[in-house]
């Protein structure tokens, strides 16, 4: 299992890309490290507000995929450089503000990743 530094990670997220929607939020991540895949979504956390992976549509090269079908034996790939948008649906998150954001993913090489940042809406 590959360990990832905490600082690489939190590059992943685009910054200012948090936004507030009627029932939810979304925000934007950036493969800055190198080519990979995504083998899951645990989770998404905005404030006290948790996001199971049934919530979660990941959009990427044109391609919508729901949380809960990003698995190990249906990953997503993500390259060098590619962006996906993350929306969760469900429950309202984002305050006016200061945002705290985790996003725990699975990934095939390093295991449970853990992104924790925030941003301000």
Known sequence: MAIVPEFLIKRI?????LKKLENGASLVLKNVLGPGFISG????????????????????????IYGNDVTENNPVAFRLGQEGTLV?????SVL???????????????GIVQLKTEDIA
Request: glycine fraction near 8%; aromatic fraction near 10%; hydrophobic fraction near 35%.
């Open 13 to 17: 997220y685009k910054k200012g890309s």
């Open 88 to 92: 969760m649906d469900g429950k309202p």
């Open 41 to 64: 979504f645990n989770y998404i956390r905005i404030n006290d507000v948790v996001y199971d992976a049934k919530d979660v549509k990941f959009i990427t090269n044109g391609r919508e």
């Open 96 to 110: 006016e503000g200061t945002n705290k954001i985790i996003i725990e993913a699975m990934n095939p090489e390093a």
